[in-house]
T-cell receptor, first 111, second 114 residues
Framework: LAKTTQPISMDSYEGQEVNITCSHNNIATNDYITWYQQFPSQGPRFIIQGYKTKVTNEVASLFIPADRKSSTLSLPRVSLSDTAVYYCLVGDNNAGNMLTFGGGTRLMVKP | SAVISQKPSRDICQRGTSLTIQCQVDSQVTMMFWYRQQPGQSLTLIATANQGSEATYESGFVIDKFPISRPNLTFSTLTVSNMSPEDSSIYLC???????????FGSGTQLSVL
């Protein structure tokens, strides 16, 4: 199971683009990368998942370099409501181990 | 998506008592999981609730302390037994439609043990 490392916290201002990087040096060939968002008093919510290169949806983009040892979640033009904890998970989609949450990154968006 | 209803949303309990938390999903799901999240911390997987069989527990969690039931594909319960203040935490139910597809979470049960 690949271990992930994220910054503990980040600050940003409204309207800025925020990039949160996750390191996963021991990622295996079959591992996928998944990001969740958690607001206070709520359960985590799926944001995006990817395997390589770039994935984009209506909420965020996920950039994964060729060696896949890291990934970057990009949130365009954040607002105050994006203040939350963001978790990066790495695991094998076929092996039942995409269940372990790392420490997460606490993002604070300021006005 | 999956809509998860978790009850109770919060409770305050006395030391030595037990609390059963219910998780109801609006559709049949293959995978159901129970997590614990202590204040300001990340989520820790307690166990996988298996329909029709005994739950699979993670290291550090045992059936006597956290008995789990899963009578069908839409419902599960987690009991926190013989509670102590160290059990004060948020307990979260999570479901997945297939192995390692994205997880959906309930809003959690905030438990305080006095």
């Amino acid at each position: 199971l690949a271990k992930t490392t994220q910054p503990i916290s980040m600050d940003s201002y409204e309207g800025q683009e925020v990039n949160i990087t996750c390191s996963h040096n021991n990622i295996a060939t079959n591992d996928y990368i998944t990001w969740y968002q958690q607001f206070p008093s709520q359960g985590p919510r799926f944001i995006i998942q990817g395997y390589k290169t770039k994935v984009t949806n209506e909420v965020a983009s996920l950039f994964i370099p060729a060696d896949r040892k890291s990934s970057t979640l990009s949130l365009p033009r954040v607002s105050l409501s994006d203040t939350a904890v963001y978790y990066c998970l790495v695991g094998d989609n076929n092996a039942g181990n995409m269940l372990t949450f790392g420490g997460g990154t606490r993002l604070m968006v300021k006005p | 998506s999956a809509v998860i209803s978790q009850k109770p949303s919060r409770d305050i309990c006395q030391r030595g008592t037990s609390l059963t938390i219910q998780c109801q999903v609006d559709s049949q799901v293959t995978m159901m999981f129970w997590y614990r999240q202590q204040p300001g911390q990340s989520l820790t997987l307690i166990a996988t609730a298996n329909q029709g069989s005994e739950a699979t527990y993670e290291s550090g969690f045992v059936i006597d302390k956290f008995p789990i039931s899963r009578p069908n594909l839409t419902f599960s319960t987690l009991t926190v037994s013989n509670m102590s203040p160290e059990d004060s935490s948020i307990y979260l139910c999570s479901v997945g439609r297939a192995p390692n597809e994205k997880l959906f979470f309930g809003s959690g049960t905030q438990l305080s043990v006095l």
